[in-house]
């Protein structure tokens, strides 16, 4: 095992449409997808596309929607630890305008504790803060083992605050902050106090505040894809999770900066395609993202 990712594992439905009807109406949809989804999940499967499968702990049931999502696993090489539940996860996702609209069906009742997995070899330990007691465990185990640990703080968690204490690379999102009454620099800050070596706030469109291994305060731009072409932003912050977690595997002596910039390139192609496995990049859609937008690259301070 180089990696192991703990998340909650969902099926994705986005489709595209100019309208939701409402009460008797109908309407046809433009288009649609069915993928994996959950944040460390989708992280998961991008590191698996790239060319590093990690080791995926995730929630599991023994219906027709949990058989498609082993099928998935099994498709890229991932080896899935379950944990039973009764019933699939469903996310279902209108993407519109460079936002989305989300309403999701989750099953988070486990029928079982979970499962005792080796770290033996293991590199980094990345979770979402789903599974809250297997979270805690292996973020606890690999502060332990000098194990490399990080954090997709996409919502708060009761466990958060504790789970923070064990956590190396702490990126979240802006709904954290709201969540928890800070601005981007009182987030930060909080991050700094909980010992997280690296923390760093996602802004959509608007890129990244982040602090360095020197506790440095800067700006990560996003690339400026252009408007015409976003059309699902759904998954991108867990493509970049997976992106950087894949860099950092590939050469750890690389500075966050590089990891992070690699995770960028891995979003902005994410948003120019419709539902999670499309956005998938490979390494000669990094390449090309970074020749396209890359151009003066730099990380601002601030």
Known sequence: MEALFIGQAYIDVTFLTDRMPIEDQ???????????????????????????????????????????????????????????????????????????????????????????????????????GHQPDAAIHYAERARHDRILTSLDGGGLRPNTHELLTFIDIAIVSERLCEQMGFDSAGMLDYLKSRGCRIGGVTCGERGMVWYDEAGTVQILPAFAVPTARVIDTSGAGDVFHGAYVYSYLTDPAKPWREHFRFGRAAAAHKVQHLGNEAGLPNLSDIVAVQREFGAGDRNASV
């Open 26 to 128: 109908k309407h046809v949809a433009s288009s649609y997808a069915v993928s994996f989804g959950g944040n460390a999940v989708t992280a998961a499967f991008c590191a698996a596309k790239l060319g590093r499968a990690p080791d995926l702990l995730a929630t599991l049931s023994d219906d027709w929607l949990g058989r498609m999502f082993k099928d998935m696993a099994t498709t890229y090489a991932i080896p899935l630890h379950p944990r039973r539940v009764r019933t699939s996860s469903l996310s279902f996702i209108m993407p519109k305008n460079g936002k989305r609209a989300i309403v999701r069906c989750r099953d988070a009742d486990y029928l079982e504790p979970f499962p005792l997995i080796d770290l033996a070899g293991c590199r980094v330990v990345h979770v979402d």
